[in-house]
């Protein structure tokens, strides 16, 4: 991999979480110029890393940049750090920033957030939770989302993400240093709509996985993903988002991937669900967290103060919680009465499918014009 950053200087950060996407990310940024340090809650895991260059229980058969390194000391890792990047469980994020607080208490330095979820206890998005903890400048805090399944982008596919911040001075410093040669980031400064695209696809997700494992075909799930569109489109803009970055990578690029994908922790939860397994049965099969679980009750209980109407992940919540047989999963076919509804497509708007299409010529677009694209994503 040839490195795209010249300075004489490389940039220091630090990946807090090295599963299979916190150490996927350090990759991005070592093959983009940067010194990286992750760090590790095991010591073991921490001298593979630095040592090996593999981590093998996350990411076998991937060989790690030169310039990684790792150590399970928290001190350690934040030492130098120029960026500082978030990937551990949403629902562990606030003990771990806990932790972090005295290291980072007299730094002005940007904060990642890579995760995907909302804290069960109270609701927020994560970046939420690291401003609370922190008391830092929500200006400093940046997100980043999109189609990115750890093992595809490890293997260097081609892929694309986008980082967004209150502040474009931030977006575009973490764009700059997380793309390279397979890895290309774009833009915005919507945190609500990038945050809850990739929440809420992964309970889309789930209900995609139930009913594969039920056995049912292409129809179904086409038909629960456009329709999860609208749901993510109308929960996010009833909740401050922009209802063009669900149109974009964060949205309609994350929820493809998501679906369809075996990699997907949250479509593989939601097929053994379908398959017959009980809630507890498939977290304790599961090797890494599916956020999407987690996710369910507090996604529903902003829904409902919204006012947003979400069959998808009603019935979802029904399968997990043992009050829904899996094979009659069918949310797309509900509605509230027998008569004859519109399409919405686009946050409660009939439009005749425009919305859709718009969706996948803004995906061209972004990928033709580069950057920022046409509109800031």
């Known amino acids: 991999m040839t490195r795209k950053n010249t300075d004489a200087r490389a940039t220091r950060v630090t990946v807090i979480g090295a599963g299979s ?13 940067a010194d990286v340090t992750m760090w590790a809650r095991r010591p073991e895991q921490a001298q593979e890393i630095s040592e090996g260059k593999r981590n093998t229980r996350y990411l076998p058969g991937i060989n790690l940049p030169r310039s990684m390194t790792a150590t399970h000391e928290l001190s350690t890792a934040i030492e130098g750090a120029e960026q500082v990047y978030l990937s551990v469980p949403s629902q562990s994020l606030r003990e ?9 208490a007299n730094t002005d330095i940007p904060i990642v957030s890579l995760m995907k979820g909302v804290e ?36 260097e596919q081609p892929t694309a993400a986008v980082i967004s911040s209150l502040s474009q001075e931030t977006a575009d410093t973490i764009a700059r240093a997380a793309r390279n040669g397979y890895f290309r980031t774009f833009v915005n400064t919507d945190v609500i709509g990038t945050e809850f695209g990739g929440v809420l696809k992964n309970l889309i997700a789930v209900a995609i996985g139930i009913v594969d494992g039920v056995g049912y ?29 669900l149109q974009g990578l964060a949205g309609l690029g994350d929820l493809i991937a998501t679906c ?20 507890q049965d498939v977290v304790k099969q ?3 967290t599916a956020e999407g679980l987690a996710s369910v009750a507090p996604v529903l209980q902003l829904a409902r103060a919204a006012g947003v109407h979400m ?12 009050k829904m047989n899996p094979r009659d999963i069918a949310p797309h076919l509900t509605t509230d009465d027998d008569t004859p509804q519109e399409e919405r497509t686009n946050h409660g708007q009939a439009d005749g499918g425009g919305a859709l299409r718009r969706a996948f010529q803004r995906a061209f677009d972004q990928f033709r014009h580069g950057g920022r694209g046409t509109a800031g994503d």
């Open 96 to 104: 771990n920033l806990k932790a972090l607080r005295p290291l980072l």
């Open 286 to 288: 599961m090797n890494q």
């Open 217 to 245: 075909g292409e129809n179904t799930k086409a038909s629960i993903i456009t329709r999860g569109l609208v749901e993510m489109t109308d929960f996010a803009v009833a909740n401050g988002a922009q209802p063009e970055t």
């Open 21 to 33: 996407w916190g150490t996927t990310f350090g990759k991005i940024l070592a093959d983009g110029g």
């Open 311 to 322: 069959p998808i992940v009603e019935q979802v919540k029904m399968v997990l919680d043992g």
């Open 120 to 155: 069960r206890t109270s609701g927020l998005r994560m970046s939420q939770v690291i401003e609370q903890e922190l008391a830092c400048d929500p200006e400093r805090i940046a997100v980043a989302s999109g189609p990115n399944l750890a093992l595809e982008i490890a293997r």
């Open 260 to 279: 369809q994908s075996p990699l997907s922790r949250n479509n593989t939860a939601g097929r053994l669900l379908g398959q017959g397994y009980g809630y």
